[in-house]
């Protein structure tokens, strides 16, 4: 009894660990098994974990003799995360190279090409700018102060316009940047004196451009629509609470309205909300929809019972090698993102603190935002997630955990 094995784990697979449990992902099956981190366990994982072991380490007969070792590689092989052969069959040391995220790479690139002044390539970075074009509106929503700080959604919680001079100026500074996408909310943005022509000079680009309103502004602005027709930008109706369905009807019979690209937005903040949202997407046959959960700070109950993850929530369901690694480097709900208020003021997050301004240099900015920014890259590296095995699994941080002042949203680490 002096046989030798190699013992390894599939290179589609990643294995991560608290002080108590082990968790071993499989990315291909979507398997995920977890096991408690027994003393032998533990030494085995922490070498497979280093670089230097490639994911596979030599282990003995005696080593299978541990009855917990054995079920753990069992485990193991059965899910087809990793196999344990014997030497005699498979002498040189199988060898998978240590996945290192490519992102991780380029920002400390970045930060060593850059010590002296950031460069463009920096701009690449940028994915999504958000525009809040204008504040007015005669709506008087309970939502206004809080629901743009969660989503994407309008607000009169800033001052003045932007104009479409300052507009045009920035996006200009912007070419040759990552930039697809942007957002023009308001305010109401049918207030917007130049509104017209702000559509016309976004038709002349390729960005994929999304116009936000507001349901009850919308409906008293149906005759403007004629502004985005044959255009490039797509209509998102934002909806909060009261709905009114005759609103919802006389929109929807606009001959108008029906020709366009658009996406519903539905604020909820309760069950019979939901609900209520369910019957009407039902009755309209809307289609193209997205239901936002709303904290109003007195929901927290809802929040609790629709919002955070239950343990089999986060075991449940895929996650691709690309996903695992870019969370553990970038917050994938901010990274890339830009809001631009009123004011010309640029923020990478609404609810942190400004990055600049639009006659600033941008590519200083989201370098500066990159390397000591709390919003592109703000992962779960905080207690309690920070040894909880599930770290990684877990989406990373959104503007929920923000708004209701909790670092985990789950019934793991209540
Ligand atoms: S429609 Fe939008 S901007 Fe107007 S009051 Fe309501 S939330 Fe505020
Ligand atoms: S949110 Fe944090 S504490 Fe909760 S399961 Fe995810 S990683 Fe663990």
Same mark, same amino acid.
């Given at each position: 009894m002096n046989n030798k094995y190699w013992f390894y784990i599939e290179p589609h697979c990643f294995i991560h660990t608290n002080s108590k449990l082990v968790i071993i992902i499989n990315?291909? +099956?979507?398997t995920k098994k977890v096991f408690k981190k027994t003393r032998r366990i533990a030494e085995i994982v922490d070498k497979l974990m280093t670089r230097e072991s490639y994911f596979c380490v030599e282990l003995s007969d005696i080593d299978l003799t541990d009855n917990e070792v054995f079920i753990f590689i069992q485990e193991i092989r059965s899910s087809f995360s990793g196999d344990c052969v014997n030497q005699n069959h498979v002498r040189a040391k199988p060898i998978f190279p240590y996945p290192l995220l490519k992102l991780q790479r380029q920002i400390s690139n970045l930060e060593k090409i850059d010590e002296i002044s950031p460069g463009? #390539?920096?701009?690449?970075?940028?994915?999504e700018l958000t525009f809040y074009i204008n504040s007015e509106c005669k709506l008087n929503c309970s939502c206004c102060q809080n629901a743009f700080k969660q989503t994407t959604f309008c607000t009169k919680a800033f001052n003045g316009k932007i104009t479409l001079t300052e507009i045009a100026g920035f996006v200009k500074k912007l070419? %040759? =940047?990552?930039?697809n996408v942007i957002n023009i909310v308001g305010g #109401? $943005?049918?207030?917007? =004196?130049e509104l017209q022509d702000l559509v016309d000079f976004f038709n002349r680009t390729s960005y994929k451009i999304f116009y936000h309103s507001q349901l009850q502004n919308l409906r008293f602005n149906?005759?403007?629509? *004629?502004?985005?027709? %044959?255009?490039n930008g797509a209509l998102n109706v934002n909806v909060n609470f009261p709905i009114d369905t005759n609103v919802i009807e006389e929109i929807c019979s606009d001959p108008v309205f029906r020709e366009m690209h658009c996406r519903w937005n539905f604020l909820v903040s309760s069950d019979d909300e939901f609900d209520e949202v369910s019957r009407v997407i039902e009755a309209f046959k809307i289609e193209n929809v997205m239901v936002y959960p709303f904290y109003n700070f007195r929901n927290l109950v809802f929040f609790e019972s629709r919002v955070f993850m239950e343990e089999r929530d986060i075991l449940f369901g895929n996650i691709s090698k690309q996903t695992y690694f870019s969370r553990q480097i970038i917050n994938e709900n901010n990274f890339g993102k830009m809001k631009v208020l009123p004011q010309g003021t640029l923020f +990478?997050?609404? *609810?942190?603190? +400004? $990055? %600049?301004?639009?006659? #600033?240099f941008v590519p200083e900015l989201l370098f500066r935002e990159l390397k000591n920014?709390? +919003?592109?890259? *703000? $992962?779960? *590296?905080?207690?309690p997630c920070s040894d909880c095995v599930y770290q990684w699994l877990c989406p990373s941080p959104s503007n929920y955990e923000l708004a209701i002042g909790k670092p985990n949203l789950c019934h793991v680490k209540p």
């Open positions: 990315t291909m +099956s979507s463009v #390539d920096v701009l690449t970075y940028l994915k070419q %040759g =940047s990552g930039l #109401d $943005i049918f207030n917007y =004196s149906l005759i403007k629509l *004629n502004y985005f027709k %044959g255009g +990478s997050n609404l *609810n942190n603190e +400004s $990055i %600049g301004c639009i006659d #600033d920014g709390n +919003s592109w890259l *703000n $992962i779960r *590296n905080m207690q």
